[in-house]
């Protein structure tokens, strides 16, 4: 049975959270950008050095809620969500922009914005 795009689309996201090199290799498109909640400015190469545990987290350190998507072309998804970092309760609204390529969804672009 297929999943639905919207559980497709968590799913990746969620697989990011893990900080595996090989994940963000094959999920994160080449013209990758992202504004951190840091106010950082990252592209898909920054983002791969940055990776510091090449096996990954055994735990994703935060949680999910409030994830939508909104498909704005046949082959382009806007996700939207909220995380919660287990660490501290700190929270950081998520927006990501999607693109089917080939047959596999990579991400293009995402932002996280800290909430006050």
Not at 52 to 68: C, M, Q, R
């Amino acid at each position: 049975m297929d999943i639905d795009l919207k559980e497709q689309i968590l799913i990746l996201e969620t697989q990011l959270m893990y900080a595996r090199k090989d994940d963000f290799e094959k999920i994160l498109a080449e013209e990758y950008v992202e504004f951190g909640s840091s106010g950082m400015k990252y592209d898909k190469t920054m983002q791969l050095s940055s990776l510091v545990n090449e096996a990954g987290l055994l735990k994703i350190p935060y949680t999910i809620s409030d994830f939508t998507i909104k498909q704005l072309a046949p082959n382009i998804i806007h996700s939207t969500y909220c995380t919660t970092t287990m660490a501290n309760g700190k929270k950081s609204l998520r927006s990501s922009i999607w693109q089917l390529h080939e047959t596999a969804w990579k991400m293009y672009f995402h932002q996280g914005t800290p909430t006050i």
